[in-house]
């Protein structure tokens, strides 16, 4: 099975009221992990990788090792750019068989995210790959860009329509108090996500498939795993799971998982060289790492996102 589009994936996801998981990878026992629990749970997935990761791991690294990966499972995989901030790099990841791409022109002003987003469209469309483009800005960091609390906007429902209409997008990344990053809330405060503003999107855009960044839960025994093995995170704190499912049951479409991921890599690799710290071969602490990617995945997939049983 070659790569797959999101556009029936969403238009599904939005008629079963279940969203699809968009996790984020840069080697290969990431993409094993999570594409081994997708298989599992027979669940379509989107993997997704940032300018960050390819660079890191380079574009043709990434590709091979996701072709392998629906060789291996024959899952209905779709491969997207997240937060492509140039037209040159989404360019690059159509040219280079991405299936989908996410222009992220939040930081301009309304006018100009309009004209990036519009040209990329244009671009991406004659080529069949579909286009995420963002209202809003997240909190949080990404790549070296740190927004603070501050500089964080919601999106304004007022402008969701014209945006849709004037850039031909087929998915909006929107901000409602998601943040990127495992500090999304401080100690103590209460989190809590605009599902007013969702709503309102909801109902100024019928049947239009909307995507949250930053939905990691920061899972608490992952964070506790890392602190208790010489790790130091103890304020990280995420999204609690029942909003992320009222999301999915909602307009949401797409859910962005990276920080959990990240996480579980890191609590397993830390709790291994706790009681191991004699061993020195990469694939005695990589497996049990690889395995716990898979356990949050098939977590995500089955208790959070209810894309089990749907590929
Ligand atoms: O939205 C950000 C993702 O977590 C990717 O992070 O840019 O550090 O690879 P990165
Ligand atoms: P998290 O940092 O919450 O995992 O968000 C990831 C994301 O939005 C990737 O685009
Ligand atoms: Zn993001």
Known sequence: ?????????????YAGGYAIGAFNVNNMEIIQGITEAAAEEKAPIILQVSSGARNYAKHVY???LVEAAIADTGMPIALHLDHGDTFELCKSCIDGGFTSVM??????????????????????????VTVEGELGRL???????????EDAVYTDPDEVQE??????????????GTSHGAYKFKPGQNPQLRFDILEEIGRRLPNFPIVLHGASSVVPEYVEMINKNGGAMPDAIGIPEDMLRKAAS????KINIDSDLRLAMTASIRQHFASNPDHFDPRQYLKPAR???KNIVRHKLVSVLGCNGKA
């Open 62 to 64: 990434l590709t091979k």
């Open 103 to 128: 222009i992220d022109g939040s930081h301009h002003s309304f006018e100009e995210n309009i004209a990036l987003t519009k040209k990329v469209v244009e671009y991406a469309h004659a080529h069949g």
């Open 139 to 149: 909190a949080g960091i990404e790549d070296d860009v740190n927004v603070s609390d």
């Open 163 to 176: 945006f849709v209409e004037r850039t031909g997008v087929d998915s909006l990344a929107i901000a409602i």
């Open 1 to 13: 099975m070659p790569l797959v589009s999101t556009k029936e994936m969403f238009a599904k996801a």
């Open 250 to 253: 909602m307009a949401v479409c």
């Open 291 to 293: 395995e716990n990617i």
